[in-house]
């Protein structure tokens, strides 16, 4: 396949990018951010140095391969942090434009009144934790705003970067994006600010039977999410389509991709949490068992599906009322630039794309290129864009009569062997018995009898299983049979079943969470907190009945104010008759036991009362019966 027949597929499919009102960057030619930044290098155990400056950086240098010790990390620098008087400027005029062209970015409701206590705290450490790093002010986001809108002055348009990737009966279209900044904490309340994002979007192509190729899958990159989760079917309804071009609606500083407009509850997991983690979600998946409750799953609740309570809560707005680009759009994609393993930057370069902060809580540094992750390994989604999004496992449409045809023909000969070694066996297991029964009465052969008989039982268990595994191929051949006529009929298989962790916008009554809940989530740790240090002052001998008093109420409050609170009544009297219980057991376990006996003691007596009535009674009936028989056959 030449270039020109991949640009001519990557511009029939190409996405449609649809942004929030507010967002500052847009996709980029990623050559235009090596030539104006710099390259460093960061070595273990002494600073970051510059080696490259950026008036002299080229993609060309920058592809040149390069060799040094364990640890070292090269990474490219754009932004150069402004002054106070410069950010205060900065910040005056941003004001001024958005409220010209009624572009601000207003924030949604509700994020902390959306999750619990727990997550509430560590968010709260989270925030602590980056002014103690220096990350909060943002003059590194407003530096960047200041490079985006140079650069985008000296007519550098948007533009993707295509890819075109022939795997396993797939024709795979990958659209890379390149964002010179992603400032989701500093302007949109996210998680996190670093410079430059690559995002990235699969569409996979196969051929129908007329050898044409049709788009069967799309996959979108989002956040922590892989596999299975990330694709939808081309003609799924989720998928929203002009024309052609797959509709992305993108997060808003995250320029995370989505499928449906909306704000997106994410949860992030620091790593230094991880063990506390595990254990809490062991504690609640073990209690919502005990309570016989749905767990978060099954209920298919998008906020905490998969999610932890450790976590800290964000959200993704992809609200799509911003500006639009793409096939027609107010703003279109400039000529797609294609890269691949022949490009110098993309094969060479394993460094990070924006500065390196070493940031101990992850998240906080640049990403790496297309084709590496930030240890220097490969991307999955590089060298297996297939099984990065779980098609491994899944055949092209056209193929799929082909492969069900042949899963059939392979069962049905396992089958037939099984059949054959059923028979050899049942003839061994045959003479095996005749065996034994010739052996019974001759005291001298015990020995090879009871050899006889343990083999008599394996073989007659081997026997078992295969008339098993004969039982379920020929279940498994009649299912096969059902699809392959559903096929024939022009059927597929269910759009969604492949989808274990859905990622669906928030409902309405969670961004529209009321104005009271709003403010006790805001209030209600700070609140939690100096109560505790009330109490440990004026009454700490007392604290921990205090302590448990006020969890009670602060329950109480969060319940009502949510709207769970019968869920919490319920929840506690369960927890009180578990406990209730548990106290009787400790206090009269003796007593339990005893009672527990003679109760079985009862059960059994009972039990053989009953047999030995039962078997009276035939005894009886079969005198009765045999009565009457004699008695007729004396009658001349």
């Known amino acids: 396949m030449d270039d020109a027949h991949r640009i001519a597929l990557l511009r029939r499919y190409e996405p449609i990018i649809r942004f929030t009102q507010g967002e500052q960057f847009f996709p980029m030619d990623a050559e235009a951010y090596i030539c104006a930044s710099s390259l460093w290098i960061k070595r273990p155990r002494e600073e970051p140095q510059e080696l490259v400056q950026a008036?002299?950086?080229?993609?060309?240098?920058?592809?040149?391969?390069?060799?040094?010790?364990?640890?070292?990390?090269?990474?490219?620098?754009?932004?150069?942090?402004?002054?106070?008087?410069?950010?205060?400027?900065h910040v005056l005029r941003q004001h001024d434009e958005d409220e010209l062209h009624e572009v601000s970015f207003r924030v949604g409701t509700g994020r902390l009144a959306r999750v619990g206590y727990a997550s509430r705290v560590v968010d709260g450490l989270f925030r602590v934790g980056l002014l103690a790093r220096g990350r909060v002010p943002g003059d590194a986001a407003t530096a960047a705003v200041l490079g985006y809108r140079t650069l985008m002055q000296q007519g550098h348009g948007h533009v993707y970067h295509g890819r075109v990737v022939e795997e396993s009966g797939w024709v795979v279209l990958q659209y890379w994006f390149f964002y010179l900044y992603n400032n989701w904490r500093s302007r949109f309340k996210g998680a996190n600010d670093h410079e430059a994002d690559w995002e990235m979007v699969c569409i996979y192509l196969a051929a129908d039977g007329a050898d044409e190729i049709h788009p069967e899958w799309v996959a979108f990159a989002s956040h922590d999410y892989q596999g299975d989760d990330l694709r939808r079917r081309w003609d799924d309804p989720e998928v929203q389509k002009i024309g052609n071009h797959p509709v992305i609606y993108a997060g808003a500083g995250s320029h995370a991709?989505?499928?449906?407009?909306?704000?997106?509850?994410?949860?992030?997991?620091?790593?230094?949490?991880?063990?506390?983690?595990?254990?809490?979600?062991?504690?609640?998946?073990?209690?919502?068992?005990?309570?016989?409750?749905?767990?978060?799953?099954?209920?298919?609740?998008?906020?905490h599906s998969g999610g932890s309570v450790l976590a800290i809560p964000f959200v993704d707005y992809a609200r799509g009322d911003g500006h639009s680009v793409g096939a027609g759009q107010a703003e279109e994609w400039d000529s797609p630039l294609l890269i691949d393993e022949s490009v110098g930057w993309v094969r060479n370069y394993r460094g990070l794309w924006g500065l390196y902060t070493q940031d101990l809580f992850a998240g906080e540094d640049a990403p790496a290129g297309p084709m590496f992750n930030r240890d220097g390994t490969v991307r999955r989604a590089w060298y297996d864009p297939v099984g990065w999004a779980g098609l491994d496992k899944v055949a092209p449409g056209a193929e799929l009569l082909d492969v069900t045809r042949g899963r059939r023909e392979e069962i049905a000969a396992r089958r037939a062997k099984l059949r054959a070694q059923v028979v050899a066996k049942t003839a061994s297991l045959r003479a095996l018995d005749v065996q034994a029964a010739a052996m019974r009465n001759q005291p001298h052969l015990q020995q090879l009898y009871t050899q006889t008989i343990a083999e008599l039982d394996k073989l007659s268990r081997e026997i078992d299983g295969m008339q098993a595994e004969i039982t379920?191929?020929?279940?498994?051949l009649d299912s096969l049979a059902l699809y392959e006529q559903h096929l024939l009929r022009g059927g597929r298989g269910p759009m969604r079943a492949h989808i274990r962790r859905a990622h669906t916008p928030a409902p309405p009554n969670q961004v529209r969470a009321s104005r009271i809940a709003e403010i006790w989530a805001a209030i209600s740790v700070t609140v939690l907190l100096v109560a505790f240090v009330v109490l440990f002052y004026f009454s700490p001998r007392f604290l921990p009945i205090w302590l448990v008093s006020i969890l009670a109420l602060f329950a109480f409050i969060e319940a009502s104010v949510r709207g769970t609170f019968t869920r919490l009544v319920s929840g506690f009297a369960a927890a009180l008759a578990i406990a209730g219980a548990l106290v009787l057991l400790y206090e009269f376990f003796w007593w339990v036991v005893a009672a527990v006996m003679i109760a079985l003691a009862f059960y059994i007596l009972w039990d053989n009362v009953r047999e030995l009535a039962r078997s009276r009674h035939e005894a009886d009936r079969r005198d009765a019966s045999g009565c009457r028989g004699g008695a007729g056959g004396s009658t001349p």
């Open 472 to 476: 379920a191929d020929n279940a498994l």
């Open 257 to 303: 991709s989505y499928f449906t407009a909306g704000e997106y509850l994410t949860e992030i997991e620091l790593n230094i949490l991880a063990p506390l983690t595990r254990a809490a979600n062991t504690v609640t998946r073990l209690w919502k068992r005990a309570l016989q409750e749905e767990s978060d799953e099954e209920s298919g609740d998008p906020a």
């Open 55 to 89: 008036s002299v950086l080229t993609p060309e240098t920058l592809a040149q391969p390069y060799e040094d010790e364990f640890g070292t990390v090269r990474f490219l620098k754009f932004v150069e942090p402004l002054s106070a008087t410069e950010m205060a400027a």
